[in-house]
């Protein structure tokens, strides 16, 4: 009798990346038992801290670009007068103006739960 060996190949998936941790765990874990309300105000509250970091991040890199014009021996006029003349980061800042009153309010609403 003739032995046959047989091999079988299978195409294993990278493991899918984990989910980032959630910023308020600690905070989630820390409160009494949640109604629906909370738990709505604790990821409304966690969409604000992320959509703050965004803007902020925005208005660095507008930071960074007019740093690294002025630091250019060969920067145009025209490049950095654009700079100057366009808006930049100032819907970022206006909108994490808003973004921080409403942050604060969330605050004060979790801060009455601890």
């Not at 109604?35 to 902020?56: C, G, N, Q, Y």
């Not at 991040?57 to 021996?73: F, R, T």
């Amino acid at each position: 009798m003739k032995r046959r060996t047989a091999l079988a190949v299978i195409e294993a998936m990278p493991p899918a990346p984990a989910a980032p941790p959630a910023i308020l765990e600690g905070l989630r874990r820390r409160l009494p038992p949640q109604t629906d309300k909370d738990a709505v105000v604790l990821d409304f509250l966690e969409d604000d801290l992320r959509e703050a970091h965004d803007a902020i991040a925005a208005v660095g890199q507008y930071v960074g670009e007019v740093e690294a014009s002025l630091g250019d021996a060969a920067a145009a006029r025209d490049e950095i007068l654009a700079l100057a003349l366009g808006r930049g980061p100032l819907e970022q800042v206006e909108y994490l103006a808003g973004i921080l009153q409403t942050l604060r309010r969330r605050l004060v609403q979790v801060s009455a739960r601890l």
